[in-house]
């Protein structure tokens, strides 16, 4: 069994920044990608940044430049730094990770979610 605990979500004003985290823990052998998607209400989950174990990275085209993922690989932990915040940044978030058990099964897990709100 595995599971992905966030962390860090909440209110912030517009311009402002927040750092969301993501721990794995459970049966895992090996963490390839870990990333982070959101979704709005009544629409479909989107993606907004990956990184692969060797640190390679991809983003969606609405948050390059105002945010950055990183990764722990030791802790098997994933970040979102979020600067500039906008309020169309205001959704759920959800973490993401690809990867193998201890068991060798191929396994890809998700978070609880957690919010963000962007408001004055």
């Known amino acids: 069994q595995v599971q992905l605990v966030e962390s860090g979500g909440g209110l912030v004003q517009p311009g402002g920044s927040l750092r969301l985290s993501c721990a794995a823990s459970?049966?895992?052998?090996?963490?390839?990608?870990m990333g982070w998607y959101r979704q709005a209400p009544g629409k479909q989950r989107e993606l907004v940044a990956t990184?692969?174990?060797?640190?390679?990275?991809n983003y969606a085209d609405s948050v390059k430049g105002r945010f950055t993922i990183s990764r722990d690989n030791a802790k098997n932990t994933v970040y979102l730094q979020m600067n500039s915040l906008k309020p169309e940044d205001t959704v759920v978030y959800y973490c993401n990770a690809v990867g193998l058990s201890v068991e060798g099964r191929y396994l890809e897990v998700w978070g609880q979610g957690t919010l963000v709100t962007v408001s004055s």
């Open positions: 990184i692969t174990r060797d640190g390679s990275t």
């Open positions: 459970g049966s895992i052998f090996s963490i390839y990608t």
